[in-house]
């Protein structure tokens, strides 16, 4: 089994009123120095093995994100007893 | 000639109730699909409403669009059968892939529930027709993720093709990229817009008649079809 982690992301050229709303209310609350904030999801995924990147893609291209408007990354994460296996 | 009408129903939405009234008030049949039906039930033309389909879970209308009714839409609005979406339902119809760009949050991230004016831009698809370019129409907008979008190129070709169909009168009102309301396809056959034409279908019930139009629109489309 494979944990892969899908971060998806709105293009840069789309506006992001969400964490445009993030940004505006750190000052309010003190933080200061925070120039920008995007929002965006996170998703984990648990794979059987042999499901590669390629398929990764698919799903985040089919389902996961929308690539009118979304960019998304594709992180592997390694468990502790995989070294030996992968 | 009788016309058929279907009206999706999935989990969430709102809007079919209206929208298959508007359908019987402008003299058609309205046939009520469900999102898990299979085929069509040999209607002419489908209406997806609006609503929260599937709770706007992951995207508006992400989990909709892979529903078994959709299918059969999908594959019908590619040989031509009219298909409109309003508001959820244009969401579903863009991350379907039937209809170009996507919609996001409002600009300042305000849910808009009003009544608003559309300049009709594009009179001669399946769902404006009765309408003439130019002619501006009041219907309800309710939605916190109205905002149109699509890249310039898209948006240069939506425009040089003249697939604008609804814009707002009022720049920038929910932040729409070129105040776009609602596009249609290439063929001119699938419609969506982010107002509620199925809200103002007489002065009874709604800020005006207007939306109506959209339905003896479709109607007129179907009787030059089957002539």
Redo the contacts between chains.
Sequence with gaps: MARVVVDVM?KP???D??GQ?VAGALPRLGFDGVREVRQGKHFELELDDGVDDETVHQIAAT??A?P??EDWRITRVPESSSSETA | MNARIGVITFPGTLDDVDAARAVRLAGAEAVPLWHADADLHGVDAVIVPGGFSYGDYLRAGAIASFAPVMRPVIEAARDGMPVLGICNGFQILCEAGLLPGALTRNARLRFICRDVWLRVENADTAWSSAYSAGQEILVPLKSGEGRYVADQATLDALEAENRVVFRYRDAALNGAMRDIAGVTSADGRVVGLMPHPEHAIESATGPSADGLGVVTSVLNALVTAAG
């Design positions: 709105p050229e789309i506006l009123p969400q709303a389902l996961l929308n009118v408007i």
